[in-house]
């Protein structure tokens, strides 16, 4: 475990060195890991310019007020898009690329666990899948000649590193084999070698997957069993969900602390370019042989080819 005193150390080294005028995106920062990892990349960072794609105008009013505080120098433009449909993310890299000549950091969390099973989106795709997977990487390909034009561009995705090790290549969407343990190996392999196929392209990127261990975020606006489902189901699953937490926070990680190590993995000099994948605690993942197979087998590539298709399904479903 890298302690966490060693990080603040290091993040503070970092401050001092007064790196300015950074261009960051986050997706997914309206909460949770995402917004505690950019309060703390606001101190860290001297008169960065910010972008925050989120759902809520009014919501983000709320949180720009305390963000400013953190940083009087920052320049923060919000984003309102729906990231959960591939239409609303080119809307948003539209909004980014208007203004933005270069991206150096790009942190995306958006997501949540699937607890209440498989939600469509109004493209035909799963939700969850799309938020974990679809559109954060269509956000990186968009993004892509944006993030080109930085000299040391930085690509953090807070997923589920470590669960990376298994690819279901009959059922590459999960069309025919969704459950929860099967969404996370999935759309987490997809992640990682979709990650090294742009590393091999771009040798100058680095790309970071971490598994955040348990975090306490705010539960208010995570999905919850609509009124088609069970009764049973919708009474159980508060008691459930609290019962969960109540045991998630005996092996909790702070939300502030998380927030630090990420913003540490997100700058630090230590990674350079290439595919890295992180615990909780900011130690590698451990090794997957299958993973290592796969990139030799050059895998990434049909990850990448079902990517493009799945994009292009989604997009000529017609609806928005
Ligand atoms: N917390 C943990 O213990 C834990 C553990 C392992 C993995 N993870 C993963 O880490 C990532 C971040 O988790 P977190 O705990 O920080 O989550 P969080 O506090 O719930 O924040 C999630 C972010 O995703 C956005 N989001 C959620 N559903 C969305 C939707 N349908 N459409 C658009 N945006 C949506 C939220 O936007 P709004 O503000 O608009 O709601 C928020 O910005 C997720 O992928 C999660 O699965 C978390």
């Not at 001092?16 to 949770?32: E, L, P, R, S, W």
């Not at 279901?168 to 090294?196: C, V, Y």
């Not at 993973?291 to 799945?310: H, I, N, P």
């Amino acid at each position: 475990m890298v302690a966490i005193a060693a990080i603040r150390a290091q993040n503070a080294k970092f401050a001092a060195q007064k790196h300015a005028n950074k261009v960051c995106v986050f997706v997914g920062a309206t909460n949770g890991i995402g917004e505690s990892t950019l309060k703390a990349l606001l101190t860290l960072l001297s008169s960065p310019t910010i972008y925050v794609v989120g759902r809520s105008a009014s919501r983000w009013e709320v949180q720009h007020q305390q963000l400013r505080q953190l940083n009087s120098q920052a320049k923060f433009n919000f984003v309102q898009a729906e990231v959960a449909t591939i239409r609303g993310v080119d809307e948003a890299c539209k909004q980014i690329t208007a203004s933005a000549s270069k991206v150096d950091y790009l942190c995306m969390s958006a997501g949540y666990f699937p607890i209440v099973g498989q939600i469509k989106t109004p493209e035909g795709l799963e939700q969850c899948f799309t938020l974990s997977y679809w559109s954060r990487i269509r956000f990186l390909h968009n993004l892509l000649p944006a993030l080109q034009q930085s000299p040391r561009p930085r690509i953090l995705s807070i997923l589920a590193a470590g669960h990376d090790t298994i690819l279901r290549e009959d059922d590459m969407g999960l069309e025919h084999n969704w459950t929860i343990p099967n969404f996370a190996k999935q759309s987490s392999t997809m992640k990682t070698l979709t990650f090294h196929r742009f590393a091999a392209q771009n040798p100058a990127f680095t790309l970071i997957h971490t598994w955040p261990g348990f975090v306490l975020t705010d539960v208010e606006r995570k999905p919850k069993p609509g009124a088609e489902t069970n009764f049973l189901w919708r009474w159980t699953f508060p008691v459930l969900r609290s019962l969960g937490r109540m045991v998630m926070s005996l092996r909790a990680i702070p939300l502030e602390e998380s927030g630090q190590r990420h913003a540490f993995l997100l700058t630090s000099e230590e990674f350079g370019p290439g595919v890295w994948r992180f615990n909780e605690y900011c130690e590698p993942s451990p090794r997957s042989e299958a993973l290592e197979k796969y990139v030799k087998e050059g895998k990434q590539d049909a990850v990448w080819d079902f990517t493009v298709a799945t994009w292009e399904k989604a997009l000529g479903s017609g609806k928005s």
